[in-house]
């Protein structure tokens, strides 16, 4: 009986407390609502855009015929998966994206990093924001002109980087018709295109740093070497692990458009990706079900990849996304 009254008491009083952190809640967004106001578009693109759409995943098992009802005309199950995993270019495309996306990340993921901790070692105000600036920039360059600009590079008649190679070897090399250089192509100019931008997160946690640790460093002698392994890398620790969490991922999301435009049928063994076969499926020879379920099984994959990288990272660094 009386277990029975401090059971009910207790759900009393977390309900009461609730309805407290509720009203607080709401007293906060309407002091400051000209602020919270800026959340309405990017929660609305998200809904509108992100979430409303999940619901066409419903033909992924169903028969869709272009012309059709919406939603499809029969139910069919598991049939496009099986399909999928059953299909003679599905170990070719799933270790294509794996081995790409694995070696873009181990050798792109550092960069950042390092490049934010030399512009911050720079004491010149002038000349760090002419490198930022600089840094940035091919980051808002288009994906199609970065191709063009990779296709004009690598020109065996008249690229720079093949008269340079036939200065030392005597011949071009038609590096985009090579399957086993289309990997480097990818990462490096992933990594010059996307380094700068991907250090804006990291100079911002360096500022966070309380300077009372550099000085405490020094004070016991601590070397600039030092203090960057000691102070201003675990300052950054959990900037650092909730990109890798969120690149983690990404991972199958392997870059569509770069590689749609570099590829071609002669590097198919190390290009050809998931999103690439799913676009091929889907917008080139109609086969929406099929493309949707490909997709389906992408997100799936990409959403285990999140849960178990943040479960990791809160496991071993304290830090994580949730």
Do not use: C
């Amino acid at each position: 009986m009386d277990s029975a009254l401090v059971n009910k008491g207790g759900g009393k009083e977390a309900k009461q407390g609730k309805n407290r952190d509720f009203k607080k809640t709401l007293k906060a967004i309407k002091k400051d609502w000209q602020l919270y106001s800026l959340l309405i578009l990017p929660i609305a693109y998200y809904i509108i855009f992100r979430y409303v759409p999940m619901y066409g995943n419903i033909i992924a098992f169903r028969r869709f015929v272009p012309g059709g009802p919406v939603y499809g005309t029969e139910w069919v199950g598991l049939r496009y998966f099986d399909m999928f995993i059953h299909d003679p270019s599905f170990w070719q495309v799933f270790r294509n994206t794996i081995i790409l996306s694995v070696e873009y990340l181990v050798i792109s993921f550092p960069f950042p990093i390092i490049f934010a901790l030399l512009l911050n070692e720079i004491k010149s105000n002038w000349f760090k924001r002419f490198t930022q600036t600089v840094s940035y920039l091919p980051y808002f360059i288009s994906t199609v002109v970065v191709a063009d600009m990779i296709m004009q590079i690598l020109d065996p008649s008249s690229g720079v980087i093949n008269m340079i190679v036939k200065h030392y070897i005597g011949h071009t090399i038609n590096f985009l018709a090579e399957p086993q250089w289309f990997r480097t192509i990818y990462i490096v100019s992933g990594i010059w295109q996307g380094m700068g931008w991907g250090a804006i997160l990291y100079l911002a946690a360096l500022t966070n740093i309380n300077p009372e640790l550099y000085e405490a460093a020094i004070i016991d002698g601590a070397s600039r070497w030092q203090q960057t392994i000691y102070v201003t890398i675990p300052g950054i620790l959990p900037t650092i692990m909730i990109l890798l969490i969120l690149n983690i991922g990404g991972l199958l999301s392997v870059g569509f458009e770069k590689i749609l435009l570099l590829y071609n049928p002669l590097t198919y063994s190390t290009a050809d990706v998931i999103s690439t076969y799913l676009y091929r499926m889907g917008l080139v020879s109609n086969n929406f079900s099929y493309a949707a379920a490909i997709g389906m099984f992408e997100a799936v994959i990409g959403l285990t990849l999140v849960y178990t990288a943040n479960y990791l990272s809160r496991k071993f660094t304290e830090s994580s996304l949730w």
